[in-house]
């Protein structure tokens, strides 16, 4: 758990800052049997994604439980579609290992990629200012780019680095050793991986591993996590498919991913809620920003309205 003064998220809150990505890998698919193959493995719509542009995608089982999360970029350029999978580096092998084993008879290859790249995070609602790149910037809010499509070419950032638009005010910049260098000199002010944690709490944002798992003692279900741009209810069949479609035709899960408001610091993470004894949610997140605790975590419906304990303090859902 972190405790962070609110002058330290100034930067990424209101203005631009950067940071090192130490976290994130990358696996390339390729093949004739690419597209068809991908879409049927992912829970949002690849086959409709044009060259530059991506999504955001759960990994499920045959029993709908999230088996992992990912960015999927078609990338740029004519000829068979290629794609580029982006996770987090923890779950980098278990993704290559639960999509390998579903390739049968199809052309697709699986290879690591940007192996050799240094990545660099811009996050903020300056960020597009500061980069300086007036209204070259892609419109859709996940895509992929080479530099020179958006910086003009030749470039003024050395190795041509590709671009990810990951969410709105994320940008992420994967070249040589010369991009770190290039980013610091537009001055934004670094912002620290504390400060960053605490910008994922309070936006709302699930990490997979903490917020979503899929472990003995939490199965967590993809409309549970609130995360519906993830999900394409019309894209055809996919692994899972049927059990997000049942609830989905149910009309909704008893439980949704949540943010809250605490009274003081959790013992521990995760840590149950309780109303009158009973079993209401849990919490899995937390930060303390200026004295006051936030939390992301899991809420029954039925308690939504109800005052909410956890050893530690007590909670209100926002």
């Known amino acids: 758990m972190t405790s962070i003064s609110s002058t330290d998220l100034d930067a990424i809150r209101h203005h631009a800052a950067y940071a090192l ?47 992992a999360d ?21 779950q980098l092998e278990t993704v290559n290992q639960h999509l390998d084993k579903f390739i049968i008879m199809d052309d697709v290859e699986l290879t690591p990629a940007l192996t050799d790249k240094t990545g660099v995070l811009v996050v903020g609602p300056g960020a597009l200012a500061s980069l300086d790149v007036g209204n070259a910037w892609p419109t859709t809010p996940v895509s992929i780019s080479p530099a020179r499509d958006i910086f003009g070419d030749p470039t003024s950032i050395d190795g041509d680095p590709l671009i990810l638009s990951v969410a709105k005010n994320h940008y992420e910049f994967w070249g040589d050793h010369t991009t770190l260098d290039w980013i610091r000199s537009i001055g934004d002010p670094e912002a620290s991986p504390e400060a960053l944690e605490a910008h994922r709490i309070l936006s709302g944002i699930p990490k997979y591993g903490t917020d979503i798992r899929n472990t003995e003692t939490a199965k967590d279900l993809p409309q549970e996590t609130g995360q519906t741009h993830a999900l394409h209810f019309s894209k055809g069949c996919y692994l899972g498919q049927e059990i997000v479609e049942r609830i989905h035709s149910r009309g909704q899960v008893h439980r949704i991913f949540s943010k809250f408001t605490l009274t003081g610091a959790p013992a521990a993470l995760p840590t149950p809620l309780t109303v009158d004894g009973k079993t209401a949610g849990e919490l899995t997140s937390a930060v303390e920003v200026d004295g006051q605790w936030h939390a992301l975590g899991y809420l029954r419906r039925e308690f939504a309205a109800k005052p909410l304990s956890y050893e530690g303090g007590t909670a209100s859902a926002k």
């Open 21 to 67: 990505i130490t976290d994130r890998a990358f696996l390339r698919i390729t093949g004739s049997d690419a597209t068809r193959w991908l879409n049927g493995m992912v829970t949002n719509n690849i086959k409709d994604l044009k060259p530059g542009e991506g999504n955001y995608n759960f990994l499920l089982n045959a029993q709908g439980r999230i088996q």
């Open 70 to 90: 990912a960015m999927i970029y078609r990338e740029p350029g004519e000829g068979d579609p290629t794609y580029l999978l982006e996770t987090d580096n923890s």
